[in-house]
């Protein structure tokens, strides 16, 4: 959830400034325009919105075997229950039907004069006619932050329009939850997530009664990429759950002390798997216990930054970057309003212009909740996490081969577009206009084809960022209805929801059923070719999911294995032998002697066939080093080497070699130490 960095936002108030830190009992009744084709309900309640499609869905895959369909990597069906559940007014179902579904906050009522999170976000005094169905006169729409726009028939629009996969994210914040003046629920984040996990299957089964019972309906919760596909090839929607919120599992940092352990780790993965959740992400919008998060720009930032503070007792720290990847700029800009609030005494840090990388990255609890999604074939989001945090999972990805790693929203720093692709993981663009969504496929569209992989894109619907704007029917090359979805299949009109009409030429992209609408914008703004590599969307995140759970970790043949080096740094409290590198144990190294020329040896028992070899170097690191093998022990033979090393987790990966020994042989320290390395691992895969 997040408004992406390219749009700018108006001076707010302090509680503004915090909010917008995150930012059957009835049954339905039978439908006198129900009829036999599969798609159709036998059982719509009546009245309820129009869907405006005709034509059956696309089934089936292609000619090489894949699914076809879009993606959206990035969604918040359940968002109204976030964030003490009256931050977002209106739900995406009901079984007493539509007119209590698309209602507004009671609060909003006569005249929108207490919508505060409106005007907040939306400029002037909030003022607005609350009333949904059946007029809308006044929302759902595209800059409406705090309206419903995932109600379930206009989500059925856009599966009729083309899409297949749709990841609802399962969102909150305790701390908008906190000083949002309306709520009728706890805040605590867990409850929450598990309240709108509960939901999505309730909404599941609402859909499946219209349909004739369990399993017949098109909305599909899937718990693995088999399923999902299985659901896609029959034309229905494979839904994904995810996770976005601040503090999973309690895991909240105060004053830098962590407020969680591993086993609170543990027991929240495995009840988020157990719920069906498989993806998610570790950190958004405060640093926590387990990472450092990307910053957010301006006055926003700064007022992030102070709600960061009042709820941890830490500002945000930032360090000159290690590399090209950068955090969103932070500082100058003043939040007068949210710095107000501070304690006496107690300012929003300046920060150096050439120091804008987040100093908090990947902690150890982060690297243990990291290996924690690989053992339970999970993604990662990386999304919202600092590139030093970012670089660091990466790092553990790559030594492992794991692909499980998702850019759903353009949110992470686009200089790690290739080394997602070349993990195998997915990437998704946000919902930007026509204009700017084609700019930016087009950047990266030769990575797409180097990889052989498709498209996403994450509409972040329900999640307070803003979607887009009309472009006017004046604008060149407007959507004309009716047009016919991507596949061919389905001729879409304006869509209606009791008296209102819908048309992305001069509403924009107001709610989820105007999807189809915004893709046939991009086709005739962008060209067909992103709109292609769209519809390819499905196929690769469906990959990149499948690619997860099939992945098995390598053995590592250098783990208690016999180790020498060139020399062991001497220590009365301590060992740093060789053999602390392949012990199995990271809190334990290997430090040589303060000088250049340095090397470790492992001796793997027998010739083996060698693919690749990890260095998890501690601060002492080298910057030019070489991975050397041998098969007795005497001649070597060098099989990678970097002059570029900064440190951290590497992997070297080269042609299959015979090998009974391994060597790493340091040429140039990037210390004023020697070289440590906390493990090195040898693997044949």
């Known amino acids: 959830m997040t408004r992406p960095p390219l749009h700018r ?47 059956e869905p696309f089934k089936g895959t292609n000619s090489q075997g894949e699914v076809r369909g879009f993606v959206d990597a990035h969604n918040h069906i359940m968002a109204n229950e976030a964030f003490g559940g009256r931050l977002i007014c209106g739900k995406p179902f009901s079984k007493t039907g539509v007119a209590d579904a698309l209602k507004d906050c009671p609060e909003h009522y006569p005249d929108g004069s207490l919508a505060i999170f409106d005007f907040i976000t939306n400029g002037g005094d909030g003022k607005h006619d609350p009333d949904g169905w059946p007029t809308f006169r006044d929302w759902p729409a595209h800059d409406s932050l705090t309206h419903q726009q995932n109600y379930y028939a206009w989500v059925e629009r856009a599966w009729r329009g083309g899409q297949r996969v749709l990841v609802n994210d399962l969102v909150t914040n305790g701390v908008i939850c906190s000083v949002y003046p309306f709520k009728d629920r706890s805040c605590d984040e867990m409850t929450s997530i598990r309240l709108q996990a509960k939901l999505t299957y309730d909404m599941q089964d609402y859909i499946d009664a219209m349909y004739g019972g369990p399993g017949k309906g098109w909305f599909r919760i899937v718990t693995d990429s088999a399923q999902a596909r299985e659901v896609a090839q029959q034309g229905k929607l494979a839904v994904v ?87 969103n700029p932070i500082g100058g800009a003043a939040a007068p309003g949210a710095e107000k609030e501070l304690p006496a005494g107690v300012d929003v840090p300046s920060y150096d212009e050439d120091a804008q990388c987040n100093k908090r990255g990947l902690t150890d609890l982060g690297e243990y909740a990291v290996r924690g999604l690989m053992k339970r074939k999970m993604m990662l989001e990386i999304d919202h996490m600092g590139v030093k945090a970012t670089g660091r999972a990466l790092d553990i990805f790559e030594a492992e081969s794991y692909p499980g790693v998702i850019s759903s929203h353009s949110w992470m720093d686009l200089n790690w577009t290739e080394r997602v692709y070349r993990l195998g993981g997915f990437i998704a663009q946000y919902m930007h206009g026509s204009e700017e969504f084609g700019a930016e496929a087009a950047r990266t569209k030769a990575l797409r084809d180097k990889y052989d992989v498709g498209y996403g894109y994450g509409t972040d619907m329900n999640g307070v960022g803003g979607w887009p704007a009309p472009r006017g029917a004046d604008a060149p090359n407007p959507v004309e209805y009716p047009f016919r979805s991507t596949d061919g299949t389905a001729v879409l009109d304006r869509q209606t929801t009791g008296q209102r009409t819908w048309d992305i030429n001069t509403d924009g992209a107001a709610h989820y059923g105007l999807v189809p609408d915004w893709i046939e914008d991009i086709r005739l703004v962008a060209g067909q070719g992103v709109v292609d590599d769209l519809f390819r969307g499905a196929e690769s995140y469906l990959d990149t999911w499948g690619a997860a759970e099939r992945h098995q970790a390598g053995a590592n043949l250098a783990e208690g294995a016999p180790a020498s080096a060139s020399s062991s740094e001497s220590s009365v409290f301590t060992s740093y032998a060789p053999g602390r590198a ?60 970097t002059t570029a090393g900064d440190g951290g987790l590497d992997t070297a990966r080269f042609s299959g070699v015979p090998a009974r020994y391994v060597r790493v042989h340091g040429l140039d320290r990037g210390t004023d130490w020697g070289y440590s390395l906390y493990e090195v691992g040898v693997h044949s895969s």
């Open 9 to 55: 936002r108006r001076p707010l108030t302090v509680l503004s400034l915090l909010l917008v830190v995150m930012a059957m009992a009835l049954g339905p009744t039978p439908s006198s325009a129900a009829g036999a084709n599969w798609w159709d309900p036998t059982a719509r309640p009546a009245p309820d919105s129009r869907i405006d499609v005709t034509g």
């Open 582 to 641: 392949v012990d199995g144990d990271t809190d334990t190294r290997w430090a040589s002697d303060w000088s250049d020329d340095q090397w470790l040896r492992v001796d793997l028992g027998s010739t083996r066939t060698v693919r690749r070899v990890t260095l998890d170097w501690e601060r002492a690191y080298a910057k030019s080093y070489r991975v050397e093998v041998s098969t007795n022990g005497t001649d070597w033979q060098s099989v990678w080497s």
């Open 241 to 327: 759950l995810g996770v976005e919120t601040s503090e999973p599992f309690g895991c909240k940092q105060v004053l830098d002390i962590a407020q969680c352990d591993r086993a609170d780790i543990d027991a929240g993965l495995d009840e988020l798997y157990d719920l069906g959740v498989r993806s998610m992400f570790l950190c958004h919008k405060f640093d926590n216990a387990l990472c450092g998060v990307r910053f957010d720009e301006g006055g926003l930032g700064t007022a992030i930054n102070v709600g960061q503070f009042l709820s941890t007792g830490t500002f945000w720290q930032t360090e000159k970057c290690a590399g090209p990847q950068h955090d």
